[in-house]
């Protein structure tokens, strides 16, 4: 069974441009989370998508957003972006969004350096 | 009150060893309480997890002791091993299937 892939693996953008990042999810799970790992700060949940719909979002602003795919695919754009928001970003997904107990499972992340 | 208190921040053992690493969170809606361990450059990977209706799971090497009284979860890493060295991070959730709340990670090295 084909685990999380994310793409790209790495992205170097500048100040004030907008980033796309993609994630394909397990097969057969129809949530998918989207974090972020800045330096020193662990992982801090952005978003989180479950049969199309956006679920809930974390303390970020409006930049950050996203969408999920009717394969379950998902894309978070960041738009307008600052330094701070180098960081890893790591998606995960699981079975079912709700009624189930939550292992998610992540993908190896993508590296969005702003420079 | 969605916070996970994670410590220590690093730690260092002996080859052998045990290591062990602590969690507490304060919401009491939390229901589902992992384990995840990340190598440099990778995902995190799910380790291990517990449910609150149990006190402690074993998995190998790895155990996970719950105290729902005192909201506090704690992973043992017994016959610790230099392929251990690696970011360990505990989190909370709930089986609604809203988003894992993360501590902020230990970072464990195990010198041979």
């Known amino acids: 069974e084909a685990g999380v892939t994310q793409s790209p693996t790495h992205l170097i953008k500048t100040r004030g441009q907008q980033a796309t990042l993609r994630c394909s999810p397990i097969?057969?799970?129809?949530?998918v989370y989207w974090y972020q790992q800045a330096l020193g700060l662990g992982l801090q949940f952005l978003l989180w998508?479950?049969?199309?719909?956006?679920?809930n979002r974390g303390n970020f602003p409006p930049r950050f957003s996203g969408r999920q795919f009717p394969n379950y695919s998902s894309e978070l754009n960041v738009n307008a972006l600052e330094l701070e928001d180098s960081a890893l970003y790591l998606c995960?997904?699981?079975?079912?969004?709700?009624?189930?107990?939550?292992?998610?499972?992540f993908g190896p992340g993508t590296r969005l350096t702003v420079l | 009150q969605q916070q996970v208190k994670q410590s220590p921040q690093s730690l260092i053992v002996q080859k052998g060893g045990i290591s062990i690493i602590n969690c507490a969170y304060e919401?009491?809606?939390?229901?589902?309480f992992p384990w995840y361990q990340q190598f440099p450059g990778k995902g995190p990977a799910l380790l291990i997890a517990?449910?609150?209706?149990?006190s402690e799971k074993k998995e190998g090497r790895f155990t996970i002791s719950f105290n729902k009284s005192a909201k506090q979860f704690s992973l043992h890493i017994m016959d610790s091993q230099p392929g251990d060295s690696a970011t360990y991070f505990c989190?909370?959730?709930?089986?609604?299937?809203?988003?894992?709340?993360f501590g902020k990670g230990t970072t464990l090295s195990v010198s041979s």
């Open positions: 919401n009491t809606a939390f229901d589902y």
């Open positions: 998508y479950d049969e199309g719909e956006e679920r």
């Open positions: 995960a997904s699981s079975r079912a969004g709700t009624g189930t107990y939550n292992e998610q499972f």
């Open positions: 517990i449910r609150p209706d149990v």
């Open positions: 989190a909370a959730g709930n089986q609604a299937g809203t988003a894992l709340i």
């Open positions: 097969s057969g799970h129809t949530s």
